[in-house]
């Protein structure tokens, strides 16, 4: 069995009128249509640790994750496509009786749901994997949101979609692994830029810098709207815009945070570079949990 992904990944120009101002071009890489569930980086940072699973041996993979995680609903259905037992940890959540949509989903897909309080789960945390392996020996284990090594090398291919001519490329960063990827996979006259979507973005830097081999990249943290998964009025309606003027939907964790940051960037003319591609990370079954707001 195999994932049946979209064959080709388009480019779509993004005619602001603050980039238009500026005289600079801006697109954006839909990496969100190339599947309705295994969307945006999901696939990418997925493939190498069910490339490991299927090469070795192992009884069923466990992951980890929120109660709106795209990365749990992207590994429940990749699963369930190639015809693989997963599991799945999930964080700060208790009771089924108030299940949310993706977790709903993520059942109807064959995932075995265990829910753990925060007290219990440590994320990307060595010691607290280590043990989780211990009681699972038969599991691949992969951590939240595909971070790791792996992750990262499966990332990297998203390079190969960025044309040559764009000089920065602009990403939003949850636990790095996408964006390192990418910045790994640079071309040398290419730049990168992360919007950091949690409140204390800066922490992750030295992570970062251990894992990419070069110094073309940098970092935007105060575009997070408060802390992770928060949002303002002002943020959803960017999302309303953008959808209704440049039909582009946008997800309110992290992409739409993403292209507000650049914009007012480029508005306070903190970009030198004329040729701009944003990474579409898909992401946007979580706009269920504010679905109200986008369509009041």
Not at 10 to 22: G, L
Not at 231 to 260: C, G, S
Not at 261 to 284: P, R
Request: hydrophobic fraction near 45%; include cysteine; proline fraction near 4%.
């Amino acid at each position: 069995m195999a994932i049946d992904l979209r064959p080709e990944i388009r480019i779509q120009p993004i005619n602001h009128p603050i980039n238009r101002a500026a005289g600079i071009s801006l697109s954006i890489l839909r990496l969100d249509e190339i599947h309705p569930q295994v969307s945006g980086n999901k696939w990418f940072k997925l493939q190498e640790y069910i490339r490991l699973f299927r090469e070795g041996d192992y009884a069923f993979i466990l992951t980890f994750g929120g109660a709106h995680s795209n990365h749990l609903i992207a590994t429940a259905a990749a699963c369930a496509a190639l015809g693989i037992p997963c599991r799945a940890w999930v964080r700060g959540f208790h009771g089924q009786s108030a299940e949310t949509e993706t977790l709903k989903e993520c059942r109807k897909l064959g995932m075995e749901l265990h829910f753990v309080g925060r007290d219990v789960y440590i994320r990307h945390d060595e010691t607290f994997l280590h043990e989780v392996q211990l009681q699972y020996p038969g599991a691949l284990i992969i951590p939240e949101g595909g971070y790791g090594a792996m992750g990262i090398a499966g990332a990297a291919a998203i390079t190969s979609y960025i044309p040559a001519e764009t000089e920065l490329i602009c990403c939003a960063i949850g636990s790095g692994t996408t964006f390192c990827g990418i910045a790994n996979g640079l071309l040398p006259h290419q730049s990168a830029l992360g919007f950091t979507v949690f409140k204390q973005g800066a922490t992750i830097a030295e992570e970062l810098q251990a894992q990419i081999p070069h110094q073309r990249w940098a970092l935007a943290t105060d575009y997070h709207f408060g802390k992770f998964a928060r949002y303002t009025p002002e943020l959803i309606d960017f999302i309303r815009y953008m959808q209704q003027e440049h039909d582009l939907p946008l997800d309110f964790v992290y992409n739409a945070k993403m292209l507000w940051g650049l914009l007012e960037m480029i508005k306070q003319d903190k970009i030198a570079a004329q040729h701009i591609l944003c990474i579409h990370t898909g992401g946007l079954q979580g706009n269920r949990s504010i679905a109200h707001l986008l369509e009041a």
